[in-house]
């Protein structure tokens, strides 16, 4: 699996959209973009994926730079809850195991009253 | 509800002690996955099983042992060889194939005393 880098820590204020970067630069063709977030003391939940088009969901927008070298994560009305240690993960996706992957530090994200 | 459900929540074990960590899903996947995760990282595979009766070692097997003998139960073995035992362990499992993401069970965090 291709490594990721993610800032350690962000902010946003409630209500205001956070945007959370991902850089994936030795990305190969067949690798998709997961994100899962971790709620302290939970298990990790996924979020989204994606292989190069923007995908968005009912958490979350994904938007996937056209050399796929870096991603964002777009969460659109950020709230109190969505405070968490946010993962980027990049993987094959055909044919594997879908949860062995390598999860790094990940990016802290704090939403701010 | 479908799900994968990890037990106990906390578990306390004397040095030396060998403790055995249960892991339960209904979901029908059929591949399972053990993480680590220590205070402030992320996730570091343990071990993880595709199909039944067949299992891999991750980056960080040394330590620990696993058995697949039901597509439901991947329990965890930690043994008295693992040299620091205390950590938060996650269970998760998928389907195999294309395209898919990983389910986390809510963790056991284990302290060794």
């Known amino acids: 699996d291709a490594k990721t880098t993610q800032p350690p820590s962000m902010d946003c204020a409630e209500g205001r959209a956070a945007n959370l970067p991902c850089n994936h630069s030795t990305i190969s063709g067949n690798e998709y973009v997961y994100w899962y977030r971790q709620i302290h003391s939970q298990g990790p939940q996924y979020i989204i994926h994606g292989l190069k088009n923007n995908e968005t969901n009912e958490m979350a927008s994904l938007i996937i730079t056209e050399d796929r070298k870096s991603s964002t994560l777009i969460l659109p009305h950020a709230t109190l809850r969505d405070t968490a240690v946010y993962y980027c993960i990049v993987r094959v996706a055909r044919g594997t195991n879908a949860g062995k992957s390598t999860f790094g530090d990940g990016t802290t994200l704090t939403v701010k009253p | 509800d479908g799900g994968i459900t990890q037990s106990p929540k906390y578990l306390f074990r004397k040095e030396g002690q060998n403790v055995t960590l249960s892991c339960e899903q209904n979901l029908n996947h059929d591949a399972m996955y053990w993480y680590r995760q220590d205070p402030g990282q992320g996730l570091r595979l343990i071990y993880y099983s595709q199909i039944v009766n067949d299992f891999q070692k991750g980056d960080i097997a040394e330590g620990y042992s696993v058995s697949r003998e039901k597509k439901e139960s991947f329990p965890l073995t930690v043994t008295s060889a693992q040299k620091n035992p205390t950590a938060f362990y996650l269970c998760?499992?998928?389907?195999?194939?294309?395209?898919?993401?990983?389910?986390f069970g809510q963790g056991t965090r284990l302290t060794v005393v």
């Open positions: 998760a499992s998928s389907v195999t194939g294309f395209n898919t993401e990983a389910f």
